[in-house]
């Protein structure tokens, strides 16, 4: 369902109070993450199929360090300040967060979503990446959903394809 406003920007902080009144509206609180660094197709998929299975859509970032950390010293290629502000503009999105930890674990304990949706290259399945915050996402009960990829439509591959021109 189409957001009516951009959506927040909220410091880390806030995730556990915005969770708890959310879910006092009685909203299902929905969260994905990632690096999100030269938003393409595939991000797109997993935000749009995200927001379809709750009313309240978190999208949590990783900081430039963390993307630094994760994916080599030449990422990211978009400061965070740039990322989110891009996410904020998704009509899908309600709520942004930048995160400095390597993984999601920590949000999802202060957040506490009902929903937590990644792409498809994660997940419990052979040639999958496995989840670093699974054994959060049991303990707390919480449903995980992986989206179908789009092939090829990864930022690395679009580095690739165009250069990193900064």
């Known amino acids: 369902m189409p957001r009516l406003i951009e959506a927040r920007r909220v410091p880390v902080d806030d995730l556990e109070e915005f969770g708890r009144r959310e879910r006092s509206l009685g909203h299902r609180v929905v969260l994905t993450n990632g690096c999100f660094d030269l938003l393409h197709p595939g991000h797109i998929a997993v935000i749009r199929a995200a927001a379809d299975l709750g009313e309240t859509l978190v999208v949590a970032v990783n900081s430039d360090d963390s993307v630094r950390r994760l994916k080599g010293p030449d990422r990211p290629v978009m ?37 937590y949706v990644k792409g498809a290259d ?5 040639g999958t990446t496995p989840l670093p915050e699974w054994p959060t996402l049991q303990r707390l009960s919480v449903e995980v959903v992986f989206v179908p990829l789009l092939p090829g439509s990864t930022s690395t591959n679009l580095i690739s394809r165009y250069g990193n021109t900064s």
């Open 79 to 115: 400061n965070l300040d740039d990322r989110l502000t891009v996410l904020q503009s998704l009509r899908w999105i309600d709520m942004v967060v930048g995160f400095d930890q390597d993984t999601a674990s920590e949000l999802i304990e202060m957040l506490r979503p009902d929903c």
């Open 122 to 126: 994660y997940g419990p399945k052979p």
